[in-house]
């Protein structure tokens, strides 16, 4: 399927993006939708170092070696890990 950009259904909302059944289904929806240009950049997050505040957390150390092990595997520093874990989870927990 061949279809031009400009024939695909702009998206300008995330509540418009259905949950889907199966990969196939996902597949036939983007080939006639597309994500607006601006929802998209809405979504980037951009960390903005000034509105930054430091916190301290206490962790047991045993939990802190393996979130450090899992953070290597992925070759990211723990802490910036830490930072996306709870990204990603405040993110869910709006959803619902």
Do not use: C
């Not at 059944?21 to 994500?35: I, N, P, T």
């Not at 980037?44 to 979130?67: K, N, Q, W, Y």
């Amino acid at each position: 399927m061949n279809t031009a950009s400009s024939d695909l259904k702009p998206i300008r909302a995330w509540k418009d993006v259905p949950v889907f059944d199966s990969d196939e289904v996902e597949g036939k929806f983007w080939a006639a939708h597309q994500l607006e240009p601006r929802l998209m950049q809405a979504s980037i997050h951009r960390a903005d170092v000034r509105e930054s505040t430091t916190i301290t957390l206490r962790f047991d150390p045993r939990m802190l070696s393996r979130i450090k092990r899992v953070a290597r595997r992925r070759y990211l520093n723990y802490q910036s890990m830490i930072k996306q874990w709870l990204s990603e989870r405040m993110e869910q927990e709006l959803k619902d």
